[in-house]
C-alpha cells in the first residue's frame, strides 16, 4: 500500500541554520503531496502542498519540490527561526483512496538561538 | 471562521472503560475524518464521512470503535471498551472537499486519552 517515509529526528539546529528535512513515498497511483506543522500545544496545520510532478510548494519561507522520478518531497527553509520549533510531518493523498492521508512519522524540530 | 473543536481535551479511564469524543467540524464542511496518532507516530485514518454517510471505516478496530455523524454535522467517536493499546491523541478533521477534488484538511487540538 501507499506509504510516506521522513527522516528520523530530534533535528536541532541554529538559528539562521539551513533546514532540510527528507521525505520518500510509495503510492500507485499520482498522489497529492503535503507537509503539516504541528506546533507545541496545537494542531496540525497544512504548511505547504504540491498536487503534480515538479510542482513547487512553498509558504513562510519553506519550499518542498514534488520528485516523480526521486518519490521525494523533501522540505527545505534557508533560515530557520526559534518560532520554527515544532514537529513536521510529510503525507501524501491518492485521489483513489477518497483523498485520505496517510502520514510519516513526523520529525522534531528544535532551534535554539 | 471558527476551526474544528473537539471535546474534551483530555481523558483518563481505566481498562475496559468506555469513552467518547465530539467533534465539530469547520461550518459547511462535508467531509469528516478521525485519526488516531499514537505517540511517535503519524496519525492514521480510523473513518472518513462524507455528509452522514460513511465513505471509508476499513482500518476501524469495528470490535470496539463505532462513530456517527448525526446530520451531517458533529461527530461522535466512541471506544468500549478501551484497552492499553487505545492511548492516543484521537484527531478529527474536516475539509470542503467535492467528489473527486482532494481539499485541504483543517484538524482539531485533539483528544488525549490515556487508558490505564
Known amino acids: 500500500g501507499d506509504s510516506v517515509t521522513q527522516m528520523e529526528g530530534p533535528v536541532t539546529l541554529s538559528e539562521e541554520a539551513f533546514l532540510t528535512i527528507n521525505c520518500t513515498y510509495t503510492?500507485?497511483?499520482?498522489?497529492?503531496l503535503f507537509w503539516y506543522v504541528q506546533y507545541p500545544g496545537e494542531g496540525l496545520q497544512l504548511l505547504l502542498k504540491?498536487?503534480?510532478?515538479?510542482d513547487k510548494g512553498s509558504n513562510k519561507g519553506f519550499e518542498a519540490t514534488y520528485r516523480k522520478e526521486t518519490t521525494s518531497f523533501h522540505l527545505e527553509k534557508g533560515s530557520v527561526q526559534v518560532s520554527d520549533s515544532a514537529v513536521y510531518f510529510c503525507?501524501?493523498?491518492?485521489?483513489?483512496?477518497?483523498?485520505?492521508?496517510?502520514f510519516g512519522k513526523g520529525t522534531k524540530l528544535s532551534v535554539k538561538p | 471562521e471558527a476551526g474544528v473543536a473537539q471535546s474534551p481535551r483530555y481523558k483518563i479511564i481505566e481498562k475496559r472503560q468506555s469513552v467518547a469524543f465530539w467533534c465539530n467540524p469547520i461550518?459547511?464542511?462535508?467531509?469528516l475524518y478521525w485519526y488516531q496518532q499514537i505517540l511517535g507516530q503519524g496519525p492514521k485514518l480510523l473513518i472518513q464521512?462524507?455528509?452522514?454517510?460513511?465513505?471509508?471505516d476499513s482500518q476501524l478496530p469495528k470490535d470496539r470503535f463505532s462513530a456517527e455523524r448525526l446530520k451531517g454535522v458533529d461527530s461522535t467517536l466512541k471506544i468500549q471498551p478501551a484497552k492499553l493499546e487505545d492511548s492516543a491523541v484521537y484527531l478529527c478533521?474536516?475539509?470542503?472537499?467535492?467528489?473527486?477534488?482532494?481539499?485541504?484538511?483543517?484538524f482539531g487540538p485533539g483528544t488525549r486519552l490515556t487508558v490505564l
Open positions: 478533521a474536516s475539509t470542503l472537499r467535492d467528489r473527486g477534488n482532494v481539499g485541504e484538511q483543517f
Open positions: 503510492a500507485t497511483g499520482y498522489p497529492s
Open positions: 504540491a498536487t503534480k510532478a515538479d
Open positions: 503525507a501524501l493523498s491518492d485521489r483513489g483512496s477518497q483523498g485520505n492521508l496517510i
Open positions: 461550518s459547511g464542511h462535508a467531509t
Open positions: 464521512f462524507q455528509n452522514n454517510g460513511v465513505v471509508d
